[in-house]
């Protein structure tokens, strides 16, 4: 929000591989979205299981640090592997954490989804467990496109870079959504 | 499964807090339980955020001493709260890693799920995702009746003890409920 | 859309029964809107079921009708009943035939949702069932207030008449998000 | 349940198309019984919107006929598509009419889902809420292999036929789960 021409998104990978395919979907977007907005990938890695007690006694630097990235970016895009049917555990408590803090970092924040997966339900489970969770936290979470990366492995090349066209081609059109619902939010908010 | 007269119930509350509502309404399912069955409560406290190169390089303890809690019990009882219309972040990592385990600790395990919240929907949204996923796991989760413990305040006392006679009526009749289902699936199985 | 002061509203009931509480809830709604707005209850009564082939010969008249309601209403409230823990089917079924429509009526369409059940958890589950099916639809769903009338039996009054002070109160603070949102989406659109 | 070497399984298909992938792959279904299991389709067609009104003056016969034909088989077998995110609505129709009969057929039925769509997630979501839907009726749902035939234009020939090699072999297997499913239910009730 430094520069009112330059759009900043914070990216969240919900996988901590190195080797993840939705980090290496996360930084295809980037690659793919409008000129003017960039990408800085943030992480829950540091941040310890959700406990009441150890929130009233300090908040952890690692979720403050998470929320101020958030809160300062213009949107989030979550890019994350399904975990047994739904959410990944790390990711949701994140989310926990984050849904804690006193000034609500998604409250109204544009956020896209998306997610890749070996097998051929490409993380719809996950998506929309995501959704709910993220309504609750009063997020604008972009409706469409959808992206359900199913059949990974047809999909990345043997250094895990992202090559199937017609995927990165929806990837691009999602990004193209985001922009477009960032600034109808600024337009609303009087903050474009 | 040492004594086949005795049942053991592996518990686990999905908050940490150390005066959760739920862990009181766990301690209640396990007085509530019939004769013979008896309730140990496990926890996911010491389990790390999900990392698959982690897991590549050594399994952690916690998540080994929980799989052998949970395989080596009768059944599992999870109380959780909700925690942003889903599963608690904690919990579901703790499955994450289970889930993982060469030899899974849920396949055909019966579970009894029951949630307490101040709110009035009483953790409905948790139980549906946990159902879900624990579907993914193969457990054998109980029908019904199902436990919704909403308005917590009223219905626990200021020692948190739960002191509602609907909500207690209705724990001991889940606890016989799976008490019946465990009887069930060592019948099938050749166990009991 | 007719008077660019007035706001009308299309009010659908998830039950056909005469005595509904739905029903009574929703014209409890229409008491309590803001002034310079107004419910008019829309019906799917004459729906039959959906079959594409039947499509294909004709669209069925009260389809069409529906249709024109809602595409000519600022806005749709929802009040339904949950049956076997999701959408009421006919609701369903009338949203299935909507949504074939060449011009889809909900597209953009600011939509809030109320339900009453006589049970505690007050028709959670078919809300966020229903949320996901409108979220397909490219409906702009209410996120808040979120309003489920549990225990209806003891809200509402011998002749069926919405009486719980609380309930009211929070349908009146939905009503007023409802406005907001229609203004809101009319400035973003120009159409204000 | 009259020949008891003979088990009989009731088929719905969620689409009521004459053309549908769904009833095409309901029939492959049936071919791929293990010996000793037969398919027959029954229908939600003449079934009308749910009314209770409609109810307590009388019952309509389809509904009656389609209670005895799932009562008197020993196994259900749903095919269906995904409707806007869900459960087609004419389907969800016929089972909340089914789920108020005096004697509720679902009870304790074992119950296997597939479904066939033309996009990628292959009514994953509608699975998973007819999950939810027929574990409010206590019916025994096939916990796995669970079926989603997306991309349904290349997997059937141009008489519609279900061609692709893969799933068969899945369907197949279903099939066989489900005859497992069967013994074993009919062995815990003593009908075997």
New interface residues.
Partial sequence: MTDPGQLEVAGLCG????ASYNRSALQAAGQLMPAGMNLRVAS??E?P??????QERAWPSAVLALGDAIAQADAVLICSPE??????????????WL?RLPRQPFKGKPVAIMGAATG???T??MQ??L???L????AQVL??PEI?I?NAKAKFDDEGKLVDETTLKFIGDQMTALERLIR?EQ??NGAG
Wanted: aromatic share 14%; net charge positive; proline share 4%.
């Fill in positions: 996988s901590l591989r190195a829950f890695v941040i299981i959700y406990c009441a007690d150890e975990y047994n049917f739904s959410v990944p555990g790390g990711l949701k408590n994140a989310l926990d849904s051929p339900v490409g719809a489970r929309y467990d959704r709910r969770i309504q609750f936290l009063d409706l469409k359900f199913g109808r337009a609303v």
